[in-house]
């Protein structure tokens, strides 16, 4: 190997950098599973690279080059240069939405992912076939990802045992805590936060935070946050697989167990409406005999499935009449929303900042789990009314003098059709900015469509973010004969938010329904 060789290794090396680093992000946005992220390579990659567009005609210029007048190695080493150069350029005037977090996970994996990128850029150079090199070190990384997943992943085994088995003994030793799982395919977050601001009104109360709804996430929550003193554990429980709520309610083993809905949410890795029910049910069904489950009665799939575990059921809901705490005289404003529960004889008015009949359902089983602690109701109406509202869930804020709906986490069927039955309540000019819905399987398509037709007479303007992932939202608005001039399609939230900022004014609402991450934005 001579040091012109070593120093096209080099720069090769340096021309990877950009294209690693995107890899990785994509590959942490689709949550570190190598189907996720081959799903999304064969719809999002094509337009990730358009970037490197550039940077790939130089090195394609460069092998032309190296072909012509061999052994073009000082040639190569340039073109490799220069287009670590312009990627790096491109890369520093990036926006992104989600931006890769170096998490200790991530920098194993860099650490993995530089090694097979220095040999497989050795392994060019010395069979020479360095003439393939420049353009080859801009495809490589993004294929390399599922070899550096495939590696890492008995690692990341051995980790996440160490954790989990660590928060096992933490919970065990905490006698006499309360443990209360909440899930469901939507609601779980909303749900979390106001049972915490009820709970916490009488107990020491500590739920897991932002999102943190896996088993590391909760495992962490457990091992920094969880104290002696504290008597209540509120924890949210996601699932996207059959058999996560099942792993987490024997990780967790809570004595009540809230069902917030079961939707269509996560199609893709369940596979069938009738997966997701029955793995969503777990968080009754693995309740011990002496538990409680609160379930959302106003859900059909919920209602209609038949419990074997012996264990005590509160209902609730708006619609099911028969529920044991039902919500009645709902009215909204641009302040918040007030209604009644009613429980058995009793009336109790509440009032609340929170808006749309979803943040109602969240409030009514909180309030189910407060009534079973045993908390008061002037305590309920005192935290209903204070307490704040929940960030990214029809929060309702103003924003350079405009005003906003942020229903921007994680959309959902019967979420966004909340959301815009919220937004046609509100005064003047009623904006929606969108891209759109995810993980629903074959019927993405279809449930994006209805999302696009229940729009017409609710917005006044739709604006889409991305061009591919919201033609069906399109369709649908068109199929209803929405006006086309008042549907405005761009390719990025920054596009989106100057066009608000230029065509509202103070006196209209803007709805953010959805903020998908970069790795679904196209």
């Not at 008597?231 to 809570?254: Q, R, S, W, Y």
């Not at 704040?388 to 005003?403: D, M, P």
């Not at 398509?445 to 017409?456: P, V, W």
Request: charged letters at 20%; proline letters at 3%; glycine letters at 6%.
């Amino acid at each position: 190997m001579s040091i012109l060789q070593w120093i096209l290794i080099l720069f090769l090396l340096a021309e990877a950098y950009v294209p690693s680093k995107r890899a990785l992000q994509m590959f942490q946005q689709n949550r570190y599973e190598n189907g996720r992220y081959a799903s999304w390579m064969k719809q999002g990659l094509g337009d990730k690279l358009t970037a490197m567009a550039l940077a790939g005609m130089i090195a394609l210029a460069a092998m032309i080059l190296a072909l012509i007048f061999r052994p073009g190695t000082v040639i190569l080493a340039a073109a490799a240069a220069v287009c670590a150069f312009l990627l790096y350029t491109d890369e520093k005037g990036q926006n992104y939405i989600k931006p890769l977090v170096v998490t200790a996970r991530v920098k194993r994996q860099i650490a993995v992912q530089a090694v097979l990128l220095f040999l497989f850029s050795f392994l060019l150079v010395r069979t020479g076939l360095s003439f393939l090199s420049v353009m080859a070190m801009l495809v490589m990384p993004w294929l390399i990802v599922f070899l550096t997943g495939w590696i890492t992943l008995p690692v990341e085994k051995s980790v996440h045992a160490y954790y989990l088995n660590d928060a096992k003994r933490i919970l065990r030793e905490h006698t006499g805590l309360i443990s209360v799982g909440i899930t469901g395919s939507y609601g779980k977050t909303s749900t979390k936060n106001i049972m915490q601001a009820m709970l916490s009104e009488q107990y020491n109360s500590l739920m897991t935070p932002a999102s943190y709804n896996t088993p590391m996430g909760i495992a962490r929550t457990i091992r920094e946050m969880l104290k002696p003193i504290h008597k209540v554990f509120i924890c949210e429980m996601g699932a996207d697989h059959v058999g996560d709520i099942t792993e987490l309610m024997n990780f967790v083993h809570p004595s009540i167990g809230v069902v917030t809905s079961i939707g269509p949410q996560h199609l893709l890795t369940f596979g069938s409406q009738e997966n997701i029910t029955r793995e969503k049910m777990q968080m009754a069904e693995l309740l011990p005999s002496d538990g409680v489950a609160v379930l959302n009665y106003d859900n059909a799939l919920i209602r209609e499935y038949r419990i074997r575990n012996q264990v005590k059921v509160i209902t609730y809901g708006i619609e099911y009449k028969d529920a044991d705490y039902r919500a009645e005289d709902i009215s909204y404003s641009a302040s918040g929303s007030s209604f009644t529960v009613v429980h058995g004889d009793e009336r109790i008015g509440l009032e609340t900042k929170l808006l749309g009949n979803l943040n109602i359902l969240n409030i009514l089983s909180a309030v189910a789990c407060a009534r079973y602690l045993g908390v008061e109701w002037k305590t309920i109406r005192r935290a209903v009314k204070n307490m704040k509202q929940v960030e990214h869930r029809l929060e309702l804020k103003i924003i350079n003098g405009h005003r906003f709906i942020d229903d921007a986490f994680n959309a959902n069927p019967a979420g966004s059709a909340m959301a815009l039955d919220v937004l046609s309540m509100m005064p003047g000019r009623r904006v929606i900015v969108t891209p759109g819905m995810i993980d629903l399987g074959e019927r993405q398509a279809e449930i994006n469509r209805e999302f696009g037709r229940r729009m017409k007479g609710k917005a006044d303007t739709v604006i889409l973010v991305g061009r591919t992932q919201t033609a069906p939202i399109a369709e649908g608005l068109k199929e209803t004969g929405f006006d086309t001039s008042d549907i405005i399609i761009v390719d990025t939230v920054k596009e989106a938010f100057a066009y608000v900022y230029q065509n509202t004014g103070s006196q209209d609402t803007i709805l953010l329904e959805n903020d998908l991450p970069d790795a679904f934005s196209y």
